[in-house]
């Protein structure tokens, strides 16, 4: 998890380790590589296997997942993409009230974070360890001049 403030009106929270990302994309890719070159002689299921092996490195190899806060349209994002977009999530900055950090049911060591709407509304952001949870918080919270609650 990374901050970058883009600008004054605009930073994101990068999540995701990019290095391994790329090489865990990498490394199924090189025999799909050779099974394309070798081909297939007509074998269903080594065209099944180098098809799914295929998609996931391209996956892995293009994989973006960030929390975007735009000040000057007002927005915060939370966008999952890879080769296409897999879930894109837009909250106005006006309907926001607090950033809030709190247990995840059933589960003693993980935590989320929520957005907190005015309406008393609550959106989930991210899900890891507290102090995660906490860090991410706080870049947002202080970003964005939302106040952040621990729950």
């Known amino acids: 998890m990374k901050w970058v ?3 004054d009106a605009r930073g994101s929270l990068v999540l995701g380790n990019r290095v391994a990302l790329v090489i865990l994309g990498i490394i199924p890719l090189i025999p799909t590589l050779i ?4 081909g297939f002689n ?3 299921r080594h065209m099944l296997l ?9 996956h892995c190899l293009f994989a973006n997942h960030r929390v975007t806060i735009d000040k000057g349209r007002g927005l915060l994002r939370r966008r999952i993409s890879s080769l296409y977009t897999l879930l894109q999530v837009q909250v106005k900055l006006e309907d926001i009230q607090a950033f809030v950090v709190t ?12 957005v907190l709407g005015k309406q008393g509304q609550r959106e989930r952001l991210l899900v890891g360890f507290n102090s995660q949870m906490m860090e ?3 870049h947002l919270a202080e970003f964005s001049g939302k106040p952040l609650v621990e729950d």
């Open 42 to 44: 007509g074998n269903g």
């Open 35 to 38: 099974f394309s070159g070798i």
């Open 50 to 58: 180098w098809a799914l092996t295929a998609s996931f490195s391209w």
């Open 136 to 138: 991410a918080g706080k």
């Open 103 to 114: 247990r995840r049911g059933g589960d003693r060591n993980k935590y989320q974070l929520l």
């Open 5 to 7: 403030k883009e600008s």
